[in-house]
């Protein structure tokens, strides 16, 4: 089973619809993160949570907002999504003696129509 | 604030080439350096890191050698394979709370 799963793998949704997207890990890990890749650009940090309690905003969290439920789930949501928010989005975790290594989980792709 | 620049794809090789991708980084203080490895529909993997000044990261055949004073962390593989076809990407680590900082990325296409 992976480690780091993420739901839906793929997404279709209109202008102005709220969607979320949901993260589980099952590597203890204590950090989780947000990102969104688009062509040319690379990873860019949306959000991160160190742990249950605590949520950070990271490059570029217009738009977004995300609920740490417990420590193993990360939900990120578009509460009025917008067609450049189309985009390849990636949950990752770290944690432990080696808290610098991020595991990704494998993406969901959203199109905003 | 932390940057990281590669060198722009796609790279195309014949199988059993030499492979190198640069990348350079800006940075205070003294941050970790990473390649990840994207394989086509897949999540990033971890492929290497060093972290501190002339360490050699290394796996799967590649390295990269930590150059504090060029602030670069080129990635380096002596003979590519079809199945290394993938997109590489240079991050740049210690940005608090072991926060990546990515660079664009750089697609390798390995042909037979």
């Known amino acids: 089973d992976a480690d780091v799963t993420q739901t839906p793998r793929n997404r279709i949704t209109k202008t102005g619809k709220r969607i979320m997207l949901e993260c589980s890990q099952t590597?203890?890990?204590?950090?989780m993160y947000w990102y969104r890749q688009d062509p040319g650009l690379g990873l860019r940090l949306i959000y991160y949570?160190?742990?249950?309690?605590?949520?950070n905003k990271g490059e570029i969290s217009d738009g977004y907002s995300v609920s740490r439920q417990a420590q193993a789930k990360f939900s990120l949501s578009l509460e009025s999504a917008i067609p450049n928010q189309t985009a390849l989005y990636f949950c990752?975790?770290?944690?432990?003696?080696?808290?610098?290594?991020?595991?990704f989980g494998p993406g969901t792709r959203l199109t905003v129509l | 604030g932390n940057s990281v620049t590669q060198m722009e794809g796609p790279v195309t090789l014949s199988e059993e080439a030499f492979l190198t991708i640069n990348c350079t980084y800006t940075?205070?203080?003294?941050?970790?350096l990473f390649w990840y490895v994207q394989y086509p529909g897949e999540g990033l993997q971890l492929l290497l890191k060093?972290?501190?000044?002339?360490d050699k990261g290394s796996n799967k055949g590649f390295e990269a050698t930590y150059r504090k004073e060029t602030t670069s962390f080129h990635l380096e593989k002596g003979s590519v394979q079809v199945s290394d076809s993938a997109v590489y990407f240079c991050?740049?680590?210690?940005?608090?709370?072991?926060?990546?900082?990515f660079g664009t990325g750089t697609q390798l296409k390995v042909e037979l």
């Open positions: 990752a975790t770290s944690g432990g003696i080696r808290a610098d290594e991020q595991f």
């Open positions: 590597k203890g890990h204590d950090r």
């Open positions: 949570s160190f742990d249950v309690k605590d949520i």
């Open positions: 940075a205070t203080g003294y941050p970790s």
């Open positions: 060093a972290t501190k000044a002339d």
């Open positions: 991050a740049l680590g210690g940005g608090g709370g072991n926060k990546l900082t």
